[in-house]
């Protein structure tokens, strides 16, 4: 047991699985094509959906008593109990194998297979890796490790004393402009009730941010997206991770460089300043 928090008890629903199964439909796909910033078109059976539209399939549904003041789940059932109250998505690693199409019947199994401890700035971590595996009647569309971080509250995360290093310059680069319609659309299309991407109040007041806070997997879709667009297709394996939080309310870059075999890619701030990071290879 460290700091109250016991890692043997933690560990013991490393290996345990949950199965789940949904359809991508056309309206799916049109609504997650608007959010990333796509032509929307007509999609219709058998078209490529967004890369990412997994994340936005057969995802848990509880009832409104079993949430948490945060707006996730209470803790327990699938996942360990972590008694730490901040839980975030804080990167993985995704395989695209056969992109999934309209009109799929997708099917996801995955398991819990770590959970570890470790010291940070604002005290203790406890990471859990996710694995999972997405695939249609076609085969294997996706393998994804997913790493999840819970901390404890204790405030907005300081703000560094020294200076930030200069911005990395892109070869490539887009801008759009974060607003709560945004954040709203994608906590929709993935039925996410995480309260800090929508509600002012409770992220500013309860957890002490200064805006509403971007979410982690609609920035690595969009450096999927911006990635399989540099590329013509799809990378084999893409890797990424939050380096800090990118907040709504300004401009923000979806950016990449040419690296041996793929590319260097990164979301940065109205400052420039990378929030995530990630690699891509074909």
């Known amino acids: 047991m460290t700091d109250g928090l016991d890692l043997d008890h933690l560990r013991q629903w490393v290996g345990r699985s949950a199965e789940a199964t949904d359809i991508v439909t056309a309206q799916l796909t049109k609504g997650l094509r608007?959010?990333?910033?796509?032509?929307?078109?007509?999609?219709?059976?058998?078209d490529i959906a967004p890369y990412t539209v997994h994340w936005c399939l057969?995802?848990?549904?509880?009832?409104?008593?079993?949430?948490?003041?945060?707006?996730?789940?209470?803790?327990g059932g699938r996942k360990p109990p972590v008694p730490l109250?901040?839980?975030?998505?804080?990167?993985?690693?995704?395989?695209?194998i056969d992109p999934l199409r309209v009109?799929?019947?997708?099917?996801?199994?995955?398991t819990i297979t770590?959970?570890?401890?470790?010291?940070?700035?604002t005290g203790q971590l406890c990471f859990v890796a996710v694995e999972h595996v997405v695939s249609t009647p076609r085969g294997t569309a996706i393998r994804e490790r997913q790493d999840i971080v819970y901390r404890d509250m204790g405030g907005a995360q300081p703000a560094s004393p020294k200076a930030p290093p200069p911005p990395p310059v892109a070869q490539h680069s887009e801008s759009h402009v974060s607003d709560p319609v945004l954040l709203f659309?994608?906590?929709?299309?993935?039925?996410?009730?995480?309260?800090?991407?929508?509600?002012?109040?409770?992220v500013t007041k309860v957890e002490g941010y200064p805006g509403?806070?971007?979410?982690?997997?609609?920035?690595?879709?969009?450096?999927?997206?911006?990635?399989?667009?540099?590329?013509?297709?799809p990378p084999a394996k893409f890797a990424y991770r939050g380096v800090q939080?990118?907040?709504?309310?300004?401009?923000?870059?979806?950016?990449?460089?040419?690296?041996?075999?793929?590319?260097?890619?990164?979301?940065?701030?109205?400052e420039r300043q990378p929030t995530m990071k990630g690699t891509a290879v074909w």
């Open 34 to 46: 608007a959010t990333l910033f796509q032509d929307i078109g007509e999609p219709q059976t058998g």
């Open 58 to 75: 057969g995802q848990p549904v509880f009832p409104h008593d079993q949430l948490g003041p945060d707006g996730h789940p209470t803790r």
């Open 85 to 96: 109250p901040r839980r975030m998505w804080a990167g993985g690693e995704v395989q695209f």
């Open 103 to 110: 009109g799929d019947v997708a099917t996801r199994v995955s």
């Open 114 to 121: 770590d959970v570890s401890l470790k010291s940070g700035s």
């Open 185 to 202: 659309r994608y906590s929709a299309l993935t039925f996410n009730g995480q309260r800090i991407h929508y509600d002012r109040d409770y």
């Open 212 to 233: 509403l806070i971007f979410h982690g997997p609609l920035q690595a879709a969009l450096l999927v997206e911006f990635a399989a667009a540099l590329k013509r297709k």
């Open 245 to 270: 939080p990118l907040f709504e309310g300004s401009e923000f870059s979806v950016n990449a460089n040419d690296r041996d075999g793929g590319l260097e890619l990164w979301i940065a701030n109205a």
